[in-house]
């Protein structure tokens, strides 16, 4: 559908407002469900910027126009009725939700605690590795003064590079050590890089999953 056919098959409420469910683009989890109206939905699609209705506020609002955890639209399908929409973001920083939670849907029904905990850490370990993703590809296209991913950007593919595979001989070190927390922050510090160089690509953590499911 195009912008046109969006905006005339959406159907707003008597208060000129149409539900928004807002799903990560990466890790495929619902982050938060907002309004938005007429004009806040055009905005979001001419600047791909996710624009908001605020009805505390009664006014339009930018995601991360004071917290800096902006999301960017990467998909919109619209309900058959209608009267809801659901887009697909990228989102920059890990928390979408006020209380400082990656997600506003972050109280589970404790039906079996270790199974909800376990889950809990899987998708907090997802969201925070496409959340990694995102915010490099952010720097990349607006970079900041004082980054350490735009000095290495600037510097170019060969520091990239360079620092991958100090970072990587490093680890093995590490594990050869058998240091955990030593172990731990080698690990880290190789999939940032790592992180920097795919972005540089424009190879994300999705690519690559999508080739383990091979193996």
Known sequence: ??????????????NGLVCCVIQDYHAKKVRMVAYMN???????????????WSRSRQSLWVKGETSGYFQYMKGLSIDCDGDALLFQVEQVGGIS???????????????????????????????????????????????????????????????????????????????????????VGEIADLIYHLSVEMGVKDISWSDVFEELKKR
């Open 97 to 183: 939700c006020h209380t400082g939670h990656a997600t506003c849907f972050y109280r589970d029904l404790e039906e079996d605690i270790d199974v909800l905990v376990n889950r809990s850490k899987v998708q907090k370990s997802d969201i925070e590795l496409f959340n990694l993703e995102a915010t490099i590809k952010d720097r990349i296209e607006n970079p900041v003064e004082g980054s350490y991913t735009n000095y290495l950007i600037e510097k170019g593919e060969n520091k990239i590079l360079k620092k991958v595979g100090e970072e990587a001989t490093e680890a093995v070190i590490a594990c050869k050590d058998g240091d955990k927390t030593q172990i």
């Open 1 to 14: 559908m195009t912008k046109k056919e969006i905006l005339e098959a959406v159907k707003f409420d008597e």
């Open 38 to 52: 007429k004009e806040a939905l055009e905005k979001t699609l001419n600047t791909k910027q996710m624009t908001y």
